[in-house]
């Protein structure tokens, strides 16, 4: 029996084809859209920081003058705390991803004390401020004898405190799996920790990692309150003291809010790609 196939145009190509032809420019145009409008938005902010002064129908505008010199000066010195900001949260998502997952665990748990400790732990975390955390860790604990570091103190600050909200991103996604498959895991007689270990836990790890993405992302930029200990020289840290030290704050802290959003831009752009690397394995 023959299959029926898409009869051609009169160009010479099937009406498939024409319409995949169609979808691949629209998305062309939606595409050149978007970036020419990103270069008009960076233009006008470029603009607004330009020192530019004109006259509109009798009315003097001026934009923003800075210094040039002072940012041309002090702005390897601010990028020196760049490593540091990346290692902060490189640790803080690690601890917080681990937190995370023995929350998550423990809140699935139907032992009472676990999951009484996880809705705690989680209760606790979300209930105080993280600037409030991260000044406990670093002053309230040494009259404990716990003598922490300022870097030390945000590591566990911000590992903890994400740890809490990433709980529940990891408990959905290990409730996202369904039940039949656990009970066919049973069927062929492995036991809950083979079933979490072998089947759950892969699943939910894949279907949980553009979230912790998300969480990765906000971790970077809230690595700047670790500044409020005074000893850890990250970005925002070195901009502050540069630019109170030369009176040129808002240039100081121009550059760091730049690095942030570089280092934000290059973050998301990864996190994009491993989200569509497993989307395509999904699809696969």
Do not use: C
């Amino acid at each position: 029996m023959n299959t029926p196939s898409t009869p051609p145009t009169t160009s010479g190509k099937s009406q498939t084809e024409l319409i995949y032809e169609r979808q691949q420019r629209q998305i062309f145009r939606f595409k050149l859209g978007v970036r020419i409008s990103w270069a008009v938005l960076i233009t006008v902010l470029l603009f607004a920081f330009s020192g530019v002064s004109f006259n509109i129908f009798g009315l003097q505008v001026r934009t923003i003058v800075l210094d040039f010199d002072f940012i041309r000066k002090w702005t390897p010195f601010i990028f020196g705390g760049l490593g540091l900001t990346i290692l902060l949260s490189i640790l803080s998502t690690t601890l917080a991803s681990v937190l995370a997952l023995l929350g998550a665990l423990g809140r699935l748990s139907k032992f009472p004390p676990a999951y009484a400790l996880a809705s705690f732990y989680i209760s606790l975390i979300r209930g105080t401020p993280l600037l409030l955390q991260i000044i406990f860790f670093f002053l309230a604990v040494a009259q404990m004898g716990i003598q922490l570091s300022g870097f030390w103190a945000g590591v566990i600050a911000l590992g903890l405190n994400y740890g809490a909200y990433m709980t529940e991103i990891m408990r959905a996604g290990i409730q996202s799996v369904g039940i039949g498959q656990r009970e066919a895991a049973l069927a062929i007689g492995m036991n809950e920790t083979q079933i979490m270990h072998r089947i759950v836990l892969p699943q939910a790890l894949r279907l949980v990692i553009p979230p912790i993405g998300n969480q990765f992302i906000a971790m970077l930029k809230d690595t700047a309150l670790v500044s409020v200990t005074g000893v850890v020289w990250e970005l925002l840290w070195r901009a502050q003291k540069v630019g109170k030290a030369n009176f040129k704050t808002m240039e100081a802290l121009l550059v760091a809010a730049v690095f942030y959003w570089i280092i934000t831009i290059i973050f998301s752009v990864v996190q994009s790609r491993i989200e569509a690397y497993l989307a395509k394995g999904e699809r696969t």
